[in-house]
């Protein structure tokens, strides 16, 4: 059995929230969610989240069918990415104001079964919760990152770095932009969770991901949150937690 739970927040130094989600319960029982980070700042990084988290959501749901392969799963995840970085484009194309917004995207789909295929664009990021221990499942699109993949800054220097939000891959910059894809699985008693870096640049998920697992699983998206908060809070906080949990 699955369960979803889902918050955001504006945080303590943003004047809005640019962070946008999309959750739903597929014809199959499994899950569709879906974590968007604006940027853009006055540019519209909120109508480029809502944009893109509104149509990645509607076209897996018109173009989901139970019985495809993993590879299929991957091109509809990535095909609908696509459309929406075309969508947010073209928007920023007819409004020149608008013009360089964009957005992160982490996108999952879930089945019963616990299989959890997920496809991502920028520095919003999917993590395993499982045995007291966090598992980062996606790879950041971003500066820092590709300075630590090259040896050049360490994991704890890139904590403070202040590059670390400077995305080199996002949805609606262009009118089309490549997604990454990967395949997990969730196990009884474990948790996918997903965030926008307001929550992952602000509590450190690997190193609490027991405190997490044993926490009330009903408000432990809010702990995350005022966790974040309680850190600083610089930026807006978006968590989707989807739990695999053995039926009653």
């Known amino acids: ?49 809502d944009i893109a988290s509104r149509i990645i959501g509607m076209l897996i749901c018109e173009r989901y069918k139970s019985d495809m392969s993993e590879n299929e799963l991957g091109t509809l995840m990535s095909d609908a990415i696509a459309d929406a970085s075309l969508a947010v484009y073209s928007h920023s194309l007819a409004h020149p104001e608008l013009f360089g917004m964009g957005t992160t995207a982490v996108v999952a789909i879930i089945k019963k079964d616990g299989n959890a295929y997920i496809s991502h664009v920028g520095d919003s990021r999917a993590y395993i ?52 894809f990967c395949v997990c699985k969730l196990e009884y008693g ?34 995350l949150i005022d966790k974040a908060n309680e850190n600083g809070g610089g930026d807006n906080i978006t968590v989707m937690m989807v739990c695999r949990i053995e039926e009653d």
């Open 1 to 49: 059995m699955l369960k979803i739970y889902c918050k955001s927040d504006i945080g303590k130094s943003r004047s809005s929230n640019q962070d946008a989600m999309f959750k739903k319960k597929l014809s199959d029982g499994s899950y569709l969610a879906v974590v968007c980070d604006g940027m853009g700042g006055a540019n519209g990084g909120n109508i480029a989240s």
């Open 129 to 180: 919760l499982k045995d007291n221990d966090a598992e980062l499942i996606t790879h950041d699109h971003s500066v820092v990152q590709n300075l630590i993949d090259n040896g050049r800054l360490t994991e704890e220097d890139a904590k403070n770095d202040p590059r670390r939000s400077i995305i080199t891959r996002a949805v609606g910059v262009s009118d089309n932009v490549e997604a990454d």
């Open 190 to 223: 474990d948790i996918l969770l997903m965030c926008s870096d307001g929550l992952s640049n602000y509590y450190d998920i690997k190193e609490n991901a027991e405190v997490i697992l044993n926490f009330d699983e009903e408000n432990r998206a809010q702990m």
